[in-house]
């Protein structure tokens, strides 16, 4: 007899020296022993279970992050997006899937996301400046700011969060505390191209385009391939503009054109703006061109297009005067072409018939660093 039956026993007798109230106590004492055995071996189970989910969801997840390393963005959502069905406690399948949105273009959802991955992950620094960074890009650069700070309050050698400090400083034009954030993630991590590359354009911004040119350089001699980065030719092109070099700055601008996906439309305008700005008509009408038919409605687009046209108006007759744009249509720094510009059928830059050109002559030969 086992020993429920035992027990069972010694309480059906009626004549049980324990009495009928006895009985009935130490019945309810074995039912609630049976009861809290059961729930005890259900939360197991149920323990189990969602341990197992756990780690499946994890593996899920591993299999995302290969697919994001490959650029297969598509698989990795769907892999994600399994991994959260799985379980909703594993970060890193959080943190893929709102890189994932973020690719795609969902951005309040992508943020909801890496809030919660930074949650579960119980603040997981490199999770933070990657929530800093998706905040910086939808213009809160509040909490952009705050979300820095936070990591750096934890570890003052975050140069990762030195550069999104440094960044959401830059996004308010406080260029003076966008350096020192910048310099500090560089004495942490020399060599760091974002920062470089963010560093440069401050420097051009405070109108010092030879240290923008010297930051350049220093990108250079730490990676041979950044000569062919078109984000560092953009740059590079920009500051030998400023400095009225303007056929070095006519070459980089055009190999940074060349280079940029189309997708950089903000990129490609830039160099529009700047081709227009040193009489480079010709180039300028390719890099708009490159752009222009997947972004034909972008209000930027058609005005740089007016703008090219009437430019080439005007050459084509120099006696009629050149209409501009009012000044609440044209960005600082456009300058119309001028009159008496000739377009050069060789090279496509300006010449002039009969005034001197307000723009100066390029001085000195063509840079090196372009040529190798």
Not at 114 to 120: H, I, K, P, V
Not at 167 to 181: I, N, V
Not at 299 to 320: G, I, K, N, T, Y
């Amino acid at each position: 007899m086992n020993c429920w039956g035992q027990i069972l026993s010694t309480l059906s007798p009626p004549t049980s020296p324990l009495g009928r109230g006895g009985r009935r106590c130490a019945l309810t004492l074995c039912l609630g022993g049976v009861v809290v055995l059961t729930s005890m071996g259900c939360r197991s189970l149920r323990d189990r279970s969602a341990n197992q989910k756990l780690v499946q969801a994890r593996q899920l997840s591993l299999r995302g992050t290969d697919a994001i390393q490959r650029q297969r963005y598509q698989d990795a959502e769907l892999l994600f997006s399994e991994a959260l069905k799985q379980s909703t406690l594993d970060e890193r399948a959080h943190w893929g899937y709102a890189s994932t949105l973020w690719e795609r273009g969902d951005k309040a959802k992508a943020i909801q996301h890496m809030e919660e991955s930074l949650r579960l992950s119980g603040s997981n620094p490199e999770y933070a400046v990657k929530l800093g960074e998706m905040y910086l890009e939808v213009g809160d650069h509040l909490k952009a700011r705050s979300t820095a700070e936070s990591v750096l309050a934890a570890n003052r050698n975050h140069s990762a969060a030195w550069a999104l400090l440094g960044d959401t400083h830059t996004a308010e034009k406080r260029w003076a505390t966008a350096m020192e954030c910048y310099h500090h993630a560089l004495l942490i991590q020399a060599d760091y191209p974002k920062v470089q590359l963010a560093l440069a354009e401050v420097y051009r911004n405070i109108g010092k385009p030879e240290r923008s040119l010297a930051v350049l350089d220093r990108m250079v001699d730490l990676h041979d391939t950044a000569r062919h980065d078109p984000v560092a030719l953009l740059h590079r092109g920009l500051a030998l503009s400023d400095l009225q070099r303007h056929e070095e700055a006519s070459d980089a601008l055009a190999k940074a054109s060349e280079r940029l996906p189309p997708q950089e439309v903000d990129k490609h305008l830039q160099i529009v703006r700047a081709q227009h700005r040193i009489g480079e008509l010709v180039s300028a009408r390719l890099t708009l061109g490159r752009i222009r038919e997947n972004h034909a409605s972008n209000a930027e687009v058609q005005r740089l297009q007016s703008m090219l046209d009437m430019s080439f108006a005007h050459l084509s007759d120099p006696v009629r005067p050149l209409q501009e744009p009012s000044m609440e249509s044209v960005s600082p720094g456009i300058i119309l072409a001028q009159p008496g510009m000739i377009a050069s059928q060789s090279m496509g830059a300006p010449t002039y018939a009969s005034e001197p050109p307000l723009l100066a002559q390029p001085v000195g030969t063509q840079d090196s660093w372009l040529r190798r």
